[in-house]
């Protein structure tokens, strides 16, 4: 059975940091990449970015590249987004879904959804 389960979420300051964790079991960790998404309040869930079955992590929100880094943790099946410069813009809640070896934008090819796990950012 796949379970993925979000945490790490938390009430921070503009400018403040968080690590994100996406645990996952019940199927080949190696095989997938994992996507992280953000669903703001009233707004779609937009993709911000993904860590692939190598480790390489691909940003396709802008603002991400300068401020978001992504990693993968094999032995734990666990994958991290460590958030820096976080603005109040970046509230919403996170998501974490799993895609077949490499990613992509369309989020509708992501499958096994974790429950999510909230940021606020405010001051």
């Known amino acids: 059975q796949v379970q993925v389960v979000e945490s790490g979420g938390d009430v921070v300051q503009p400018g403040g940091s968080l690590r994100l964790s996406c645990a996952t079991s019940g199927f080949n960790f190696q095989t997938v990449a994992v996507g992280w998404f953000r669903q703001a309040p009233g707004k779609e869930r937009e993709i911000i970015s993904c860590?692939?079955?190598?480790?390489?992590?691909?940003h396709f929100e802008d603002s991400a590249k300068d401020r978001f880094t992504g990693s993968r943790d094999n032995a734990k099946m666990t994958v991290y987004l460590q958030m820096y410069g976080l603005k109040p813009e970046d509230t919403g809640t996170y998501y974490c879904?799993?895609?077949?070896?490499?990613?992509?934008?369309?989020?509708?090819?992501?499958?096994?959804w974790g429950q999510g796990t909230q940021v606020t950012v405010s001051s």
């Open positions: 860590v692939d079955n190598s480790g390489k992590v691909v």
């Open positions: 879904a799993l895609i077949r070896n490499t990613c992509n934008k369309d989020r509708q090819l992501y499958n096994y």
